[in-house]
């Protein structure tokens, strides 16, 4: 009875300390309170609101749910593993129509809750699958819609533009947690640098092996001067908030110095100095998922997106154009056209 006692109590703690409404002002908060569509939670991954990069991707594709099909959604923004096991089982104590984790850390809440509540759907963006001795993917829960990008395939082009544009033969990469999912990030780069410039080199570093590791900008500014001083004039970052200190050492070097956002557009971050951002379509598949709850068409199993679901791509827009040579850009899409007819395989490890 102790026992139940103090879990309820943190439950209570929880509802009462993370949970809070659409941030739009009046007319926002009343919306997302009385809307007609879905009930839906989610829980941020480390770093939080403000990241400017994976959750605020999550959080935009909440937005267009809340205006586009009137839903219902609490948002909880965790500190420590207990309070993010914590906030969703909360959700889906809740019975609502969706819950949704986002990043891969929410894997194994996940699974376990959808077993312990398989009438509530669960979505985890980046849901880590699993194998078996004979190395077959072994579905998720029947009530988790595992939603995963092909990231290798927008860093492959990141990675081309990276080469040749960069003016060295030497190009950089800056992870946050050292995981197979960042070395995705990784391999595709890398393997983008190596098919327009086989006698290039990728300095990659990361930040870290634990969850910290996605926002450190402080260690993120120090590896990216490293690898500046080396000789790099472009990194790519896939590694959270610890990638606006990336922005920060492009700043300080100055002039031919570049950082590539990743996750969503990062421009805004150091106008002049990002050179485009590897764009993962998280808004695009919050919402899609929603729209699937509300029409009840939603099901478990594996969704993958990647170019030629406009899961993953580049920015090339009126901001960043006059850095990238309008030849450069051509042959980018051309390797991107390459990518979806499937004549170029890109690949996920290193």
Do not use: W
């Not at 923004?77 to 929410?106: K, N, Q, Y």
């Not at 930040?207 to 500014?221: H, I, L, S, W, Y």
């Not at 790099?232 to 610890?242: D, E, K, L, Q």
């Amino acid at each position: 009875m102790r026992k139940l006692l103090a879990a309820l109590a943190v439950l209570l703690a929880l509802h009462v300390a993370l949970l809070f409404v659409h941030p739009r002002g009046a007319a926002g908060s009343a919306q997302a309170a009385t809307g007609s569509g879905p009930r839906v939670g989610i829980v941020f991954d480390v770093g939080g609101r403000g990241d400017k990069s994976f959750n605020d991707g999550a959080y935009l594709g909440a937005e267009r749910a809340i205006d586009s099909l009137g839903a219902r959604v609490q948002f909880i923004e965790p500190g420590e593993g207990s309070d993010r096991e914590a906030g969703l089982r909360l959700l889906a104590a809740e019975g609502l129509d969706l819950v949704v984790g986002v990043g891969f850390i929410f894997t194994d809440d996940l699974t376990e809750l959808a077993r312990e509540y398989p009438m509530v759907p669960f979505a985890g963006v980046d849901y880590a699958l699993t194998t078996d001795d004979a190395g077959n993917v072994l579905p998720p829960p029947a009530n988790i819609a595992a939603l995963k990008f092909r990231e290798e395939e927008g860093s492959f082009l990141v990675g081309a533009l990276a080469a040749l544009v960069g003016g060295s033969k030497k190009v950089g990469f800056v992870g946050g947690m050292d995981i197979p999912l960042i070395h995705k990030f990784e391999a595709g780069y890398r393997a983008g640098v190596r098919h327009v410039c086989r006698d290039c080199t990728v300095i990659a570093q990361y930040a870290g092996v634990t969850p910290e590791a996605f926002r450190n900008p402080g260690r993120g500014k120090e590896l990216a001067l490293s690898q500046y001083h080396q000789g790099v004039n472009v990194i790519f970052h896939a590694s959270g908030s610890t990638g606006l200190g990336v922005f920060e050492a492009a700043r300080a070097m100055g002039r031919g110095h570049y950082g590539i956002g990743v996750d969503s557009d990062q421009h805004d971050e150091a106008p002049g100095y990002v050179l485009t951002s590897m764009v993962k379509g998280i808004d695009n598949v919050i919402f899609d998922t929603v729209r699937r709850v509300q029409s009840g068409t939603f099901k478990g199993g594996i969704y993958s997106y990647g170019l030629k679901e406009g899961g993953v791509g580049y920015v090339y827009d009126a901001r960043n154009k006059a850095l990238i040579p309008d030849s450069v850009h051509a042959r980018l899409e051309e390797l991107k056209a390459d990518i979806i007819a499937g004549k170029i395989k890109v690949p996920a490890e290193r």
